[in-house]
């Protein structure tokens, strides 16, 4: 009889323990929420997969605009300005999936990155374009040449452009043609990581100094 009282007790003083136990084993903590950004933009690294853009001296346009995106990116993110990019690989994307990335985003701009060619080897500089007839469009560009120029980036203009992706997009749009691959110093810029980082500095402070006045 007691030790049929004695097992019947350790039974419960098992169960209590285990009860006890199993609470403290729930998880404390909630998973993460999403991060509330208070803006989001779209980054758009130009060409990509089967289509490398302009080609110098091994090196390829897709790659430097990604490279260039990402930096921008992770400039953005310590603003808290969310991103979202139409690639983040080496892959196709075609122009009219870039536009409705853009369109379909909620986003307050978008940005697309490219490098330039031209025949003439002497020709240098950034340029930005905005379509026609925006005025939102040609705000965020003069914004852009304004902060390239004041980091000391070799500037050309700020003008209107007829390409897709700047207008068939919804939002304020850009394209940066960020220097001359065809310029034999500038692309040796634009390879150097120093050159990409003050790049995306110039250009991420301008995105942020655009939402700033657009609020
Ligand atoms: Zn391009």
Known sequence: ML????AALAVIICA????????????????????VYAHTVVLDPGHGGEYPGCVRDGTEEKSLTLEICNRIRERLDDSSVGVIMT??????????????????????????????SFTDESVSGLESYFCKGSES?????????????RAGIAVRYSREGDYQVIRDTKIPAILIETGYMTNPAELERLRSEEYQSLLAEAIAGAIIEYLGSAE
């Open 137 to 149: 469009g040609r705000a965020l560009s003069d914004t852009v040449l304004a902060h390239a120029e």
């Open 16 to 35: 209590v323990v285990w009860c006890a136990a199993s609470n403290t084993d729930k998880p404390e903590t909630e998973p993460a929420p999403e991060p």
């Open 87 to 116: 690639r983040e690989e080496d892959a196709t994307v075609s122009l009219d999936e870039r536009c409705e990335t853009a369109n379909a985003s909620g986003a307050a701009l978008f940005v697309s990155i490219h490098a330039n």
């Open 3 to 6: 030790e049929a009282l004695i």
